[in-house]
């Protein structure tokens, strides 16, 4: 079987497959830096990143990769400078530098990657602030983690605090997605068993410390057992 990213052009709402491009093993995550111009693959071989212009991808960095990390949730910050990525195997959160410019890895002896230990191994998906001052996690049964973030530091963790929203359900929940809106204003949590009938969308006010307050309403649901993935559009709705 050979791995592939397929690309998609999008016209009314209808998906046509534009073309399929071969990765090096097993894709396990992608996400778009926030310039649109790369995209980021992990494979079970690592890391690899892409070129992106007119819909057509390009590898990059030699076709090398910038991480071994077989990342399964990846997101890049608002400055293109910090690609962060997780595992469900490793425990921490990663922050790799990455040139804004060649999205080519800057970790040497003196520029190394950073980490913070995580609360727990599961890891479904994770979310950066586009403020840049939080990385959420959403941590299957151990709900939704916020980390604080300062992507202008060497080391954007720092000495990072982080603070648990707990899942609705906790004998059968799971926090399995999570997205924060264009203004900071909401954060955005896909939970397994969030209301009676099955999966929920939960919406929470974000706080200046990074602590979530539920919005009246909420959860909604979802019609299923997810959502596994949210994408919030650009207006600031989902």
């Known amino acids: ?35 649109h111009a790369f995209l980021y693959v992990s494979t079970l071989n690592g890391i690899y990143v892409y070129t992106v212009s007119g819909g057509t991808l390009a590898i990059g960095n030699s076709g090398a990769a910038i991480s071994g990390d077989p990342a399964t949730a990846m997101a890049v910050d608002s400055t293109d400078g910090w690609l962060v990525e997780a595992s469900g195997t490793s425990g921490y959160l ?16 003196t520029v190394p990657v950073e980490q913070v230990l995580l609360s727990g191994k599961t890891i479904h998906q994770l979310a950066i602030s586009p403020n840049n001052e939080f990385v959420f996690v959403a941590a299957g049964t151990n709900g939704t983690e916020a980390y604080t973030f300062t992507a202008a530091n060497a080391d954007p963790f720092g000495t990072a605090s982080y603070v648990v929203n707990p899942v609705v359900n906790s004998t059968t929940g ?48 979802s019609g299923g057992s997810g959502p596994y993935s949210i994408l919030p559009k650009a207006t600031n709705d989902v």
């Open 1 to 35: 079987t050979t791995s592939q990213v397929i690309s998609y052009s999008i016209v009314s709402g209808v998906l046509t497959e534009s073309a399929a491009y071969s990765v090096p093993s097993s894709p396990l995550a992608i996400t778009v830096a926030p310039n």
């Open 94 to 109: 990663y922050a790799i530098p990455v040139s804004p410019t060649t999205r080519t890895s800057l970790v040497s002896s």
């Open 174 to 221: 799971s926090a399995v997605s999570v997205a924060v809106d264009a203004s900071n204003r909401l954060v955005y949590v896909g939970e397994i068993a969030a209301v009676s009938s099955g999966g929920g969308l939960r919406a929470f006010a974000l706080g200046a410390a990074g602590g979530l307050t539920e919005i009246s309403g909420s959860p909604y649901p």
